[in-house]
């Protein structure tokens, strides 16, 4: 059995699919590009689809991914053409590896945001991030199916930063507005209790009075392995790319004239 490894995205207006929207269109559209899909057992198989961290409903995403089972062997990068042509555009398949290493799930430890906040000025969002990092702690809420649960925003954010609208990575679909706006750039741990980025803008709001007029658009750029030396997300699949590549030169030497 194959297994495959996916990056996708979630762009423009395709950022307010849920994650079980998603689901159907991938299973639609692994059947239109005919893939060999391994199936669960029992009286009501599935494709066996690994899905890791989906991004809250209504984020956009450069860096969402999946792992699947197929019961032959496909080329990944031609397996990600077929699917990518096989989805509506916004969800875009983007990057394939075969798994080779174990533990996809365990290599995303954090998120790299991007939060576009309209109607803010950029200075006063620079005073509040300053005020957020300089906190110890910065108790929020939020509501949950069991109540009101309030918890530390502050200890999960590794780095915060306010940056100027020429740093911003989204594209002019991903904007409310045209207007200008400040842009903060953040990294935060993945723990638990989850601290997303609305729980790291409530906490803006309790330590600087920092309200912006209309949401926040909030895009994931990257996730993957936190370095703490360095304080960088690393890239998830290339763990898998060093393997195969591995494999190949030692294929290589192997069958190469003494």
Not at 117 to 137: E, I, S, T
Not at 166 to 177: C, F, W
Not at 185 to 194: C, G, N, Y
Request: a negative charge; aromatic letters at 4%; proline letters at 7%.
């Amino acid at each position: 059995m194959q297994r495959i490894r996916l990056r996708y995205t979630k762009r423009g207006r395709l950022r307010f699919t849920s994650h079980r929207d998603f689901q159907r269109a991938f299973e639609r559209a692994l059947r239109r590009a005919e893939v060999p899909m391994a199936y669960s057992a029992g009286f009501t198989p599935h494709p066996k689809v690994s899905y890791a961290n989906a991004a809250p409903t209504g984020t956009g995403s450069e860096a969402e991914y999946l792992e699947i089972a197929l019961t032959a062997p496909r080329d990944p990068e031609t397996l990600r053409v077929l699917l990518d042509e096989s989805l509506p555009t916004g969800l875009d398949i983007v990057d394939a590896v075969e798994a080779r290493t174990p533990g996809l799930a365990d290599r995303l430890t954090a998120s790299v945001w991007e939060l576009r906040l309209d109607g803010v000025d950029p200075a006063d969002a620079a005073r509040a991030v300053d005020a957020f990092n300089r906190a110890d702690a910065v108790e929020v809420q939020r509501t949950t199916k069991n109540g009101v649960r309030t918890f530390d925003a502050r200890s999960a954010v590794a780095a915060l930063e306010s940056r100027s609208s020429g740093e911003t990575h989204s594209s002019h679909a991903d904007r409310p507005t045209d207007h200008a706006c400040a842009i903060l750039r953040l990294v935060v741990r993945h723990v638990t209790p989850a601290v997303r980025p609305d729980d790291v803008l409530s906490g803006l709001r309790a330590v600087a009075d920092l309200a912006p007029p209309v949401p926040a658009a909030v895009t994931r750029l990257a996730q993957g392995l936190f370095d703490e030396e360095t304080g960088t997300v690393t890239d998830p699949l290339a763990p898998d790319r060093e393997a195969a590549e591995a494999l190949t030169t030692a294929a290589a030497t192997a069958t190469a004239p003494a």
